[in-house]
């Protein structure tokens, strides 16, 4: 990975740790719960309701689905308080997270597009020739020399 894209993630990564560290949240709407220093606004618990697994259970009522969000918010607080959001390896996590979710997104892009102009059964096809003409248009260097050194460690 180059560093400019290096720089990039941790510039995107420090935008979002600002964003929902920041403690006014108050312009965002109607604030709903207080943790810390952690407004919570109605649009926040809704989000949370939205994507919640445990949203579609009848037990799972507002208020149970905002405790939980509270006590998710007092683990992320405590990770943050010990330093974990700032570790290589969880930098590390969120990066392979982020390549896999834009690649989903690309791949569904792209797919949604073909569905509109290929048969069902030719879809697939067509998406994999899609990605083959991709690579092979990249311009991709082998550093041979380097790939020997890592096979030698085997």
């Not at 894209?5 to 995107?12: A, C, D, E, S």
């Not at 445990?54 to 006590?71: F, G, H, Q, T, W």
């Not at 990605?131 to 380097?146: H, S």
Request: aromatic share 8%; proline share 1%.
């Amino acid at each position: 990975m180059n560093k400019n894209f290096t720089w990039l993630l941790l510039f995107v990564l420090g935008v979002v740790f600002f964003c929902f560290g920041c403690t006014q949240k108050t312009h965002d709407g109607k604030v709903v719960a207080k943790v810390n220093n952690y407004s919570m606004t109605v649009q926040d618990l809704e989000d949370e309701i939205e994507h919640s697994p445990y949203s579609a259970e009848k037990e799972n009522s507002p208020e149970n689905i905002l405790d939980l969000a509270i006590r998710k918010q007092v683990l992320i607080q405590e990770a943050q308080r010990q330093g974990l959001d700032r570790k290589k390896s969880f930098m590390k996590t969120i990066e392979r997270y982020w390549e896999q979710t834009l690649i989903k997104e690309l791949i569904q892009k792209e797919a949604s597009i073909i569905s509109q102009g290929v048969s069902k059964d030719k879809q697939s096809e067509a998406l994999n020739s899609w990605m083959e003409g991709l690579y092979k248009k990249a311009n991709i260097e082998i550093n041979k020399e380097a790939l020997k050194e890592i096979k030698a460690k085997e």
